[in-house]
């Protein structure tokens, strides 16, 4: 990726898998790019462009009968995570504010156990 110098590529981009199939004329690779949906579409255009050079060099790299064809598919699981990741941190944050604000009301004699309820 390093070697690629379309513009379109985000330096941010990783491959985050790769499927070979049984023949090894076809290939999946997962691509992830860290920042914006338009990033990533930039950067799976600029691959896609790039399947031919991509393809060369793995063939100089690799020593294969056949060079397999590249199919990028644009992988969403860490941004994903991430957005995942950044709510459970808001629900945290949002229950501690409301236990500070709350707390000695709700359970003015302290009774309750940690994460009981109340029947």
């Known amino acids: 990726m390093r070697e690629l110098k379309d513009p379109r590529i985000d330096p941010m981009t990783s491959v985050t898998k790769v499927e ?11 691509i992830s790019v860290l920042g914006s949906q338009e990033s990533l579409d930039n950067t799976m255009r600029g691959l896609k462009q790039a399947e031919g050079f991509i393809r060369h060099e ?10 397999p064809s ?9 941004a ?37 309820t109340e029947l």
């Open 20 to 30: 070979v199939a049984p023949d090894l004329k076809t290939c999946r690779a997962y």
């Open 58 to 67: 793995l063939a100089a790299t690799v020593n294969l009968r056949n060079t």
């Open 70 to 78: 590249i199919n990028f598919i644009a992988d969403t699981s860490i």
């Open 80 to 116: 994903y995570g991430v957005g995942m990741t950044h709510r459970i941190d808001e629900v945290i944050a949002e229950d501690e504010r409301r236990r500070a604000e709350y707390g000695s009301e709700s359970d003015p004699e302290g009774d309750m156990e940690e994460g009981s």
